[in-house]
């Protein structure tokens, strides 16, 4: 069973960036027909989609943060990265680092569809001075 | 965005009781609709996808149903590790969104 766990700094000051990895164990980020995700849950609201990497280094963004977010894939390590620059205090939260399910596709139209399958247990990122 | 609204937010229960949480997409999804149970300090889990497929290994004491824009998770008989937050995702559209929780208590 895949596992992912979170690490980097839980303090970060404004205007910095936020730089965060997801190591995986038990499967391979450059083989896996998947896509690795970040998620993350600030104080009082909802989780929130960041964005995802496939192995072939695509990548898809909410748009809202795609000027701020990075994700990235290292495959020597079997982790993938997470980087938000110019953070405030609207970035503190739970951030979480996921694995997709592998496609399954609409019968109509073939489109290949993918929930999220395996969640880190998150870390916490608080953004002060 | 595709809003998810999710229904009740916090809910009151006893063990053994019959418990259905609701989730409405503002537009139509089709069946691609998650279910998670979150607990504290561990891994969100999926229990439920495709609105009514569920995840190898979930009790079937839980189950999924829906299509298009309004779903349900219902869970039959509860247990004492029933007891937790429960969240809806679309994974129609990008960005995927989720509904805003419902803690069951």
């Known amino acids: 069973q895949v596992e992912l766990q979170e690490s980097g700094p839980g303090l970060v000051k404004p205007s910095e960036t936020l730089s965060l990895t997801c190591a995986v164990s038990?499967?391979?980020?450059?083989?896996?027909?998947?896509?690795w995700s970040w998620i993350r849950q600030s104080p009082g609201r909802r989780l929130e989609w960041i964005g995802e990497?496939?192995?072939?280094?695509?990548?898809n963004y909410k748009s809202s943060l795609k000027s701020r977010a990075t994700i990235s894939l290292d495959s020597s390590k079997n982790q993938f990265s997470l980087k938000l620059t110019s953070v405030t205090a609207a970035d503190t939260a739970v951030y979480y680092c996921?694995?997709?399910?592998?496609?399954?596709?609409?019968?109509?139209?073939?489109?290949?569809?993918?929930?999220?399958?395996?969640w880190g247990k998150g870390t916490t990122v608080t953004v002060s001075s | 965005d595709i809003q998810m609204t999710q229904s009740p937010s916090t809910l009151s229960a006893s063990v053994g009781d019959r418990v259905t949480i609701t989730c409405r997409a503002s537009e139509e999804i089709s069946s691609w609709l998650a279910w998670y149970q979150a607990k504290p300090g561990k891994a969100p889990k999926v229990l439920i996808y495709k609105a009514s497929t569920l995840k190898n290994g979930v009790p079937s004491r839980f189950s999924g149903s829906g299509s298009g824009a309004e779903f349900t998770l219902t869970i039959s008989s509860l247990q004492p590790d029933d007891f937790a937050t429960y969240f809806c995702q679309q994974y129609h559209s990008y960005p995927y969104t989720f509904g805003q929780g419902t803690k069951l208590e």
């Open positions: 990497i496939f192995r072939n280094h695509s990548t």
């Open positions: 996921a694995r997709t399910s592998v496609p399954y596709y609409d019968v109509l139209t073939g489109d290949p569809y993918y929930y999220i399958s395996v």
């Open positions: 038990f499967d391979s980020i450059s083989s896996s027909f998947t896509w």
